[in-house]
């Protein structure tokens, strides 16, 4: 003889979540105040992130090292200066515009081989 367990058969009832438990009207004032903490929460650690840029921002370099950036810039400007002054010393224009080139016959006669050939085809 067989024996059948009238718990294994057919579904389960489902387990209701314990919130579900809450009349409607207590959920929604949890979930309010929950959004309410959250946002207690964001806007405090934005806060005092906007401060700590604040104060960074309106830290004033000191003396030397505003010094110490003139310095650089009035050095950059002089380097550059020179610069200028060497590439134009060193460069030489052409004093006449050249359009012939000089080759070879040997070459000249590779050349007019080469543009028949490519005539041709």
Do not use: C, H
Not at 7 to 24: D, V
Not at 30 to 42: C, D, E, H, K, Y
Not at 75 to 89: D, I, Q, R, S, W
């Amino acid at each position: 003889m067989v024996s059948i367990d009238n718990n294994s058969l057919g579904p389960k009832p489902e387990k209701k979540p314990a919130i579900e438990n809450i009349p409607e009207a207590t959920r929604k004032k949890i979930l309010a105040f929950t959004i309410f903490i959250i946002m207690v929460i964001i806007i405090g650690l934005w806060l005092n992130s906007f401060a700590s840029k604040l104060n960074r921002l309106t830290d004033k370099p000191t003396d030397d090292s505003w010094q110490g950036i003139k310095q650089n810039f009035s050095n950059l400007l002089k380097n550059t200066g020179e610069n200028f002054k060497a590439v134009k010393e060193n460069f030489n224009p052409p004093s006449e515009p050249t359009t012939t080139i000089n080759l070879a016959p040997e070459e000249l006669e590779k050349l007019k081989q080469k543009l028949l050939e490519k005539s041709e085809n």
